[in-house]
C-alpha cells in the first residue's frame, strides 16, 4: 500500500514538473508558433540565480525564492526582446534556430562564468523534508510542488479570463492580425506570453533545484525535452494539452519504472519515449489536439 | 479627415493598386465601389496599415500616418471592420467587445459605451456570454461592427459589411450603418452591392484594376446608367 502510494505521488510530482514546463512552451508557441528551445536555460537561470543569492548570503527562502522566480520573468522577457523579437518575421525555422542558438549561447555562458560542475545550492534543503501522514512517510517536495503546480494552473486560468491582456493572449492565440487591429500592441502581447513562461519556468526551477541540490548548465535542457514531449503528447499549441500531456507522461515514466526490472533501469526513457511513438500512432494530432486536415479553413 | 494621395500596392510583381487618390471629408460616408479583384481590400488595408504600401501616402487629421503600425492608427482614431468580420470565435461576445475597446483606459466610459452597443445590437445582449464561433453570420457582422465601435473611432472604415449575408440581414446592416451618422462618425464603406450602398452613401468612388474610375455624388452615380452597368453590373431598369 505504501509502495502504491508512494509510487503515485512519483508520478504527479513528475507530472506537474513536466506540466509546468510545457505549459511555458505551449503558451509561446500558441501565440507566435515558436518552440522556445531556449526554455531551459531559463529555468537553468533560475537555478544560478539561487546559487548567487546564496553564494551572497541571502538565506531566507522568503527571499530567495520570490526573487529567483521574479529574476527568470526579468530573462524571459529579456530574451524575447534582445533574441526573439529581431527575427520576428522570418520565417518559423529562423525562430527555431535562434531558440537552439540562444540556449547554446547561455549553456556556455554558464559554463564559462560559473563553472561546467554542478555547484551545490543547499539553501532549498529545508524544503525537502520526510513528513509521516498517518501511515505514510511522504517527501514535502513532492507535496509542494503539486501544490504550487495547482496554484500556478488556477492563477493563469485566472489570468486569461480576468484580465485584459489576458484576453488579448487568448485571442492572439487564434487570430494576431485582428488582434492588432484592436489597437492592441504586438510587442505586449508577446512580451506577456514570454513573462507567464518565465514565471513557469522559475517556479519549475526551484523544485529541480530543491530535489538535486545543485545547478550545472544542462539543468533546464532534459526537462524541456521531456516537456516538449509532454506537449507533443497533448497536443502542441493547446494549453491544457501541456497540462494533460505532463500529468500523462509523469504516469508513464513512473509505470515503467514499476514494471521493468531494475536492472533496466538505464533503458527507462528509451521505453517511454517508444510508449509516446506508439501513443502518437494512435492519435497524432496529440490527446487534446483538434485533427486539422489541409484545406481546412479554422485551425 | 483622410487624405490618400498616389497610393500603390504591390504583391510581388502584381499591382493592386496604381496610383489612387481619395479625400474623406469628416462627417461623410463614402462608398468605395467596384467589382471583385479591383483592390479596394488592398487598399483600405493599406490605408489601416495592414499591408504596406510601396508608395504614396496616407494623411488623417493631417498627419502621414502611412509609416505608423497598425496599432498606432487605431489608437489615432481609425478603425477597420475586416471583411469576412474576423470575430474572435474562441472568445464570448462579451470578451470580443471588451478587446474592442482594449485602447480605452477609463472603465466607466467603457462600461457606457458597451451598454449603448447592447442597446443598438439588442442580439448581442441576448448572446453576451457565447462564444463568438455560436453566432450566426449577420450576429458575427454585428458584433464586428459593434466591437470596431468599442475604441469610439473617428473614421470607421466597413469592408464588405453585406458579404455573405441574407437579403433580410443586409437590409438590417445598412439600416444599422445608416444609424451611425447619427453619432458623428466618418464612414468608409466598401462594397460591391452598390445598390444598397448608394441609398445612403453622401459621395462614392469607383475603383476597377487598381485605379478610380469614377468620382462624385452618389447621386450622380445613381443616375448614371451606363456607369452603373459597365463598373458595378447593376441591371438599371
Given at each position: 500500500?505504501?509502495?502504491?502510494?508512494?509510487?503515485?505521488l512519483?508520478?504527479?510530482?513528475?507530472?506537474?514538473?513536466?506540466?509546468l514546463?510545457?505549459?511555458g512552451?505551449?503558451?509561446?508557441?500558441?501565440?507566435m508558433?515558436?518552440?522556445?528551445?531556449?526554455?531551459?536555460?531559463?529555468?537553468?537561470?533560475?537555478?544560478?540565480?539561487?546559487?548567487a543569492?546564496?553564494?551572497?548570503?541571502?538565506?531566507?527562502?522568503?527571499?530567495?525564492?520570490?526573487?529567483?522566480?521574479?529574476?527568470?520573468v526579468?530573462?524571459?522577457?529579456?530574451?524575447?526582446?534582445?533574441?526573439?523579437?529581431?527575427?520576428?518575421?522570418?520565417?518559423?525555422?529562423?525562430?527555431?534556430?535562434?531558440?537552439?542558438?540562444?540556449?547554446?549561447?547561455?549553456?556556455?555562458?554558464?559554463?564559462?562564468?560559473?563553472?561546467?560542475?554542478?555547484?551545490?545550492v543547499?539553501?532549498?534543503?529545508?524544503?525537502?523534508q520526510?513528513w509521516?501522514?498517518?501511515?505514510?512517510?511522504?517527501?514535502?517536495?513532492?507535496?509542494m510542488?503539486?501544490?504550487a503546480t495547482?496554484?500556478?494552473?488556477?492563477?493563469?486560468?485566472?489570468?486569461?479570463?480576468?484580465?485584459?491582456?489576458?484576453?488579448?493572449m487568448?485571442?492572439a492565440?487564434?487570430?494576431?492580425?485582428?488582434?492588432?487591429?484592436?489597437?492592441?500592441r504586438?510587442?505586449?502581447?508577446i512580451?506577456?506570453?514570454?513573462?507567464?513562461?518565465?514565471?513557469?519556468?522559475g517556479?519549475?526551477?526551484?523544485?529541480i533545484?530543491?530535489?538535486?541540490?545543485a545547478?550545472?548548465?544542462?539543468?533546464?535542457?532534459?526537462?524541456?525535452?521531456?516537456?516538449?514531449?509532454?506537449?507533443v503528447?497533448?497536443?502542441?499549441?493547446?494549453?491544457?494539452?501541456?497540462?494533460?500531456?505532463?500529468?500523462?507522461?509523469?504516469?508513464?515514466?513512473?509505470?515503467?519504472?514499476?514494471?521493468?526490472?531494475?536492472?533496466w533501469?538505464?533503458?527507462?526513457?528509451?521505453?517511454?519515449?517508444?510508449?509516446?511513438?506508439?501513443?502518437?500512432?494512435?492519435?497524432?494530432?496529440?490527446?487534446?489536439?483538434?485533427?486539422?486536415e489541409?484545406?481546412?479553413?479554422?485551425? | 479627415?483622410?487624405?490618400?494621395?498616389?497610393?500603390?500596392?504591390r504583391?510581388?510583381?502584381?499591382?493592386?493598386v496604381?496610383?489612387?487618390?481619395?479625400?474623406?471629408?469628416?462627417?461623410?460616408?463614402?462608398?468605395?465601389?467596384?467589382?471583385?479583384?479591383a483592390?479596394k481590400t488592398?487598399?483600405?488595408?493599406?490605408?489601416?496599415g495592414?499591408?504596406p504600401?510601396?508608395?504614396?501616402?496616407?494623411?488623417?487629421?493631417?498627419k502621414?500616418?502611412a509609416?505608423l503600425?497598425?496599432?498606432?492608427?487605431?489608437?489615432?482614431?481609425?478603425?477597420?471592420?475586416?471583411?469576412g468580420?474576423?470575430?474572435?470565435?474562441?472568445?464570448?461576445?462579451?470578451?470580443?467587445?471588451?478587446?474592442?475597446?482594449?485602447?480605452?483606459?477609463?472603465?466607466?466610459?467603457?462600461?457606457?459605451?458597451?451598454?449603448?452597443m447592447?442597446?443598438?445590437?439588442?442580439?448581442?445582449?441576448?448572446?453576451?456570454?457565447?462564444?463568438?464561433?455560436?453566432?450566426?453570420?449577420?450576429?458575427?457582422?454585428?458584433?464586428?461592427?459593434?466591437?470596431?465601435?468599442?475604441c469610439?473611432p473617428?473614421?470607421?472604415?466597413?469592408?464588405?459589411?453585406s458579404?455573405g449575408?441574407?437579403?433580410?440581414?443586409?437590409?438590417?446592416?445598412?439600416?444599422?450603418?445608416?444609424?451611425?451618422?447619427?453619432?458623428g462618425?466618418t464612414?468608409l464603406?466598401?462594397?460591391?452591392?452598390?445598390?444598397e450602398?448608394?441609398?445612403?452613401a453622401?459621395?462614392?468612388?469607383?475603383?476597377?484594376t487598381?485605379?478610380?474610375?469614377?468620382?462624385?455624388?452618389?447621386?450622380?452615380?445613381?443616375?448614371?446608367?451606363?456607369?452603373?452597368?459597365a463598373?458595378l453590373?447593376?441591371?438599371?431598369?
Open positions: 500500500m505504501e509502495y502504491v502510494v508512494q509510487q503515485i512519483n508520478a504527479l510530482s513528475f507530472g506537474a514538473e513536466y506540466s514546463l510545457a505549459l512552451l505551449a503558451i509561446v508557441f500558441s501565440i508558433g515558436l518552440v522556445n528551445f531556449a526554455h531551459g536555460e531559463l529555468v537553468a537561470i533560475g537555478g544560478y540565480m539561487m546559487y543569492m546564496a553564494a551572497i548570503a541571502i538565506q531566507s527562502l522568503w527571499w530567495i525564492l520570490p526573487l529567483a522566480v521574479l529574476f527568470t526579468i530573462a524571459a522577457v529579456l530574451l524575447e526582446r534582445v533574441a526573439f523579437r529581431p527575427v520576428r518575421r522570418a520565417p518559423a525555422t529562423t525562430g527555431l534556430l535562434t531558440a537552439f542558438g540562444v540556449g547554446l549561447i547561455l549553456q556556455n555562458i554558464f559554463l564559462l562564468t560559473v563553472s561546467a560542475r554542478p555547484r551545490a543547499p539553501v532549498l534543503g529545508p524544503l525537502n520526510t509521516s501522514v498517518g501511515p505514510f512517510t511522504i517527501s514535502s517536495l513532492q507535496v510542488e503539486m501544490l495547482g496554484v500556478a494552473i488556477a492563477l493563469l486560468l485566472l489570468f486569461f479570463k480576468r484580465t485584459p491582456i489576458g484576453v488579448a487568448r485571442a492565440a487564434f487570430d494576431f492580425a485582428t488582434v492588432r487591429l484592436m489597437g492592441v504586438a510587442n505586449r502581447v512580451a506577456a506570453a514570454f513573462a507567464v513562461s518565465g514565471f513557469l519556468a517556479i519549475a526551477a526551484i523544485f533545484i530543491a530535489r538535486r541540490g545547478v550545472d548548465p544542462l539543468l533546464g535542457f532534459n526537462p524541456v525535452l521531456k516537456a516538449f514531449v509532454a506537449c503528447l497533448g497536443g502542441f499549441g493547446s494549453l491544457p494539452g501541456a497540462v494533460v500531456g505532463g500529468f500523462a507522461l509523469g504516469a508513464i515514466e513512473v509505470l515503467i519504472l514499476v514494471i521493468m526490472p531494475q536492472h533501469g538505464g533503458l527507462r526513457d528509451a521505453a517511454v519515449f517508444g510508449l509516446v511513438g506508439a501513443l502518437l500512432v494512435w492519435r497524432p494530432q496529440g490527446l487534446l489536439g483538434k485533427t486539422v489541409l484545406g481546412d479553413k479554422e485551425a | 479627415m483622410l487624405e490618400v494621395s498616389d497610393l500603390f500596392v504583391y510581388g510583381r502584381i499591382e493592386a496604381r496610383g489612387i487618390s481619395l479625400a474623406v471629408q469628416k462627417g461623410e460616408i463614402v462608398a468605395l465601389l467596384g467589382p471583385n479583384g483592390g488592398s487598399l483600405i488595408s493599406a490605408i489601416m495592414l499591408v504600401p510601396a508608395t504614396g501616402t496616407v494623411r488623417f487629421e493631417g502621414d500616418v509609416r503600425d497598425v496599432e498606432d492608427r487605431v489608437r489615432a482614431g481609425m478603425t477597420l471592420t475586416p471583411e468580420r474576423h470575430i474572435f470565435s474562441n472568445l464570448t461576445v462579451a470578451e470580443n467587445l471588451m478587446l474592442g475597446a482594449a485602447t480605452r483606459k477609463k472603465a466607466g466610459e467603457t462600461n457606457e459605451d458597451r451598454e449603448k447592447l442597446d443598438m445590437f439588442p442580439v448581442l445582449r441576448e448572446r453576451y456570454r457565447q462564444l463568438g464561433g455560436t453566432l450566426s453570420g449577420g450576429e458575427q457582422q454585428m458584433l464586428a461592427i459593434a466591437r470596431s465601435l468599442m469610439r473617428k473614421l470607421l472604415m466597413l469592408d464588405e459589411p458579404l449575408l441574407a437579403p433580410r440581414i443586409v437590409d438590417q446592416i445598412f439600416q444599422l450603418i445608416t444609424n451611425l451618422r447619427g453619432f462618425l464612414i464603406l466598401v462594397e460591391q452591392n452598390a445598390h450602398a448608394l441609398k445612403f453622401d459621395r462614392a468612388y469607383i475603383i476597377s487598381g485605379r478610380i474610375e469614377f468620382s462624385g455624388p452618389a447621386q450622380e452615380l445613381r443616375e448614371s446608367k451606363d456607369l452603373m452597368q463598373y453590373a447593376v441591371d438599371v431598369v
